[in-house]
């Protein structure tokens, strides 16, 4: 994939995908700003084979990703693509597709030597039931108005704003929030933490529901799990904590306070959904501060795991969860013969020296 920072012009070579065409994309580009919460976006052009993507939008995205490969010095910085960004301004691209895809996130592997995690995480959430964006790998160059530069192996991960609720639930009118912020920990609510990402009119009272249930007395057990079953499917949200633990992916809820979603489901009264996100540290030693790997000594921070797993019914679930989270794609063999077989088809896209190992990469 290909990217540069100049919308397109008569002189491309490959011409622009037509309105209502899904074939494919890629880039980089942009500015960068720490601090600012809403980073600008800039146009670019996507070009992949013979395929061109005019006037698409790019931007830098990521926390510690982002600012670490920033310092040290590294050209592979994450970025995301929305297809259709500009479309106000050049109606040629309106509801531009890449294979039928608005909006996709670029994430540099940080921290992943096999380069592998993410992807290999994504298929086995997948494969266990739990409702996770789906990711490919995606080799880079940059043209940025002097030739091409290959700036290394991307993870490409589709937006859970975009096609993911219709993918799964069959219907993507539902709110969906991204939590990340003071209150992502579920103890409060506030705006801040749980940006609507579909609907300009979410005003987040699923998700207030949702943290006044948690926070309701617990002395009659079944009485405060109808109330938490009201607003969230638990069940899903368990499965979900079990196959984490058994990844070890701990930039996650129980350690961190961002990296997931929620989704009010419409074809189940609208109660909240959990859509895990971002899984490059999965697959590792326990982050600082994780604790116990199966959540055990979680404590009140995380009300939506203590509570839960405090709750004999759902710490039964949760057991139950775990004993079929070692299965499928996570089974040794099964899953040593699906890493060999990545391993094998990007080898030869991580041995650029100027670009990988200036955030820590390794030879796969």
Not at 9 to 26: E, F, K, M, Q, R
Not at 157 to 170: K, Y
């Amino acid at each position: 994939m290909r990217s540069s920072s100049s919308g397109c012009s008569p002189t491309d070579t490959a011409p622009c995908v037509p309105n209502g065409v899904d074939p494919g994309g890629g880039g980089a580009g942009g500015g960068l700003d720490f601090t600012g919460s809403d980073p600008s976006y800039f146009e670019a052009t996507v070009t992949v084979g013979d395929l061109t993507w005019c006037h698409a939008g790019m931007r830098f995205k990521g926390n510690s990703t982002l600012s670490q490969a920033w310092t040290a010095g590294s050209e592979k910085l994450p970025f995301r693509l929305d297809f259709d960004r500009f479309e106000d301004t050049y109606p040629e691209v309106d509801d531009q597709r890449f294979y039928g895809f608005s909006d996709l996130s670029f994430g540099n592997n940080l921290g992943d030597a096999t380069v592998v995690r993410d992807v290999m995480s994504s298929i086995v959430l997948q494969d266990r039931g739990v409702p996770a964006a789906r990711n490919r790998f995606a080799a880079a160059w940059l043209d940025a108005g002097e030739g091409p530069v290959y700036l290394g192996l991307y993870t490409m991960v589709e937006d859970p704003s975009d096609a993911l609720p219709e993918r799964i639930w069959g219907d993507d009118d539902g709110d969906l929030y991204e939590g990340d912020g003071t209150c992502a920990d579920l103890t409060c609510y506030d705006a801040e933490s749980f940006e609507p990402k579909t609907s300009d009119e979410a005003d987040g009272a699923q998700v207030q529901a949702l943290v006044d249930a948690l926070a309701a007395d617990r002395t009659d057990a079944a009485a405060w799990r109808a109330g938490l079953e009201e607003t969230l499917d638990v069940d899903a949200f368990l499965q979900w904590l079990a196959v984490n633990a058994a990844i070890e992916n701990w930039d996650a809820y129980g350690v961190m306070a961002h990296n997931y979603y929620l989704y009010g489901v419409p074809g189940d009264r609208g109660r909240l959904a959990w859509i895990p996100w971002d899984h490059n540290f999965a697959m590792m030693d326990s982050m600082s501060g994780s604790g116990d790997p199966l959540y055990a000594d979680t404590d009140e921070s995380w009300p939506l795991i203590r509570y839960v797993l405090d709750d004999e019914v759902y710490a039964d679930t949760y057991r139950d969860a775990l004993a079929t989270a070692m299965e499928g794609a996570w089974e040794e063999d099964t899953f040593a013969a699906q890493a060999e077989s990545y391993r094998a088809l990007v080898e030869g896209y991580v041995l650029d020296e100027r670009a990988e190992s200036k955030i820590g990469r390794a030879h796969v």
